[in-house]
């Protein structure tokens, strides 16, 4: 059974400060996905990551992928006000339209 | 595009009650999903439908049915709703291409209340 594991599960932290969010999972996968979601919204796509040491950027966030140690990370760079919000990131253990198991979120607080 | 559309958006069902979740996308996907998310517990698939004419149990699939109508609508249907049902429903689609552009598409939510 795959298993999806993030950490931290809540973190607040100010405007400006740098902070990583991780993500295990339990099985080998060749997809990782992370998504945003505000509150009482839907999920919005934020990263695809398909092979091995795949990195992608996007304003402040960045995200990385090491297929070896079944880690992803989701780094904050000097964080601002509108990326408060939850933090998923699911993992597709079947190998394309099997649907994705998510880690439980990471309710992010960035306080002025 | 009016991308992945979900109806009712909120629901009040009394136990025992049935009722059907709709969900329809327009972006020619052949995948979609059910999911269903309740606080702490992130997101998890209830049944999926890999192509049109099939449909597969996700994780939590007892006490739910689906019905992949076409294409475009994949339907969640709720026979005797009990309380453990209170959720907040999400429908989700995809086209799986094999790229880095391959992600799920999320419907608006049925937030669901089974008294």
């Known amino acids: 059974e795959l298993k999806v594991e993030q950490n931290p599960l809540f973190l607040s932290m100010q405007e400006g400060k740098n902070y990583t969010i991780y993500c295990n999972y339990s099985?080998?996968?060749?997809?990782l996905y992370w998504y945003r979601q505000d509150p009482g919204k839907s999920l919005e796509s934020l990263f695809v990551?398909?092979?091995?040491?795949a990195v992608k950027q996007e304003g402040r966030l960045m995200a990385s992928l090491d297929t070896k140690a079944r880690l992803s990370t989701l780094h904050i760079t000097a964080a601002v006000h509108d990326l408060s919000a939850t933090y998923f990131c699911?993992?597709?253990?079947?190998?394309?339209?099997?649907?994705?198991?998510f880690g439980k979120g990471t309710h992010l607080i960035i306080q002025p | 595009n009016a991308g992945v559309t979900q109806t009712p958006k909120f629901q009040v069902l009394k136990t025992g009650q049935s009722m059907t979740l709709q969900c329809a996308q327009d972006?020619?996907?052949?995948?979609m999903y059910w999911y269903r998310q309740d606080p702490g517990m992130g997101l998890r698939l209830i049944y999926y439908s890999a192509s049109e004419g099939t449909t597969d149990k996700g994780e939590v699939p007892n006490g739910y049915n689906v019905s992949r109508l076409n294409k475009r609508e994949f339907s969640l249907r709720l026979e005797s709703a009990a309380p453990s049902q209170t959720s907040v429903y999400f429908c989700a689609s995809s086209l799986m291409t094999g790229t880095d552009t391959d992600t799920q598409y999320f419907g608006p939510g049925t937030r669901l209340t089974v008294l």
């Open positions: 972006m020619n996907h052949n995948s």
């Open positions: 990551l398909l092979s091995n040491g």
């Open positions: 699911a993992v597709d253990g079947g190998g394309g339209a099997d649907g994705l198991t």
């Open positions: 099985t080998t996968s060749d997809r």
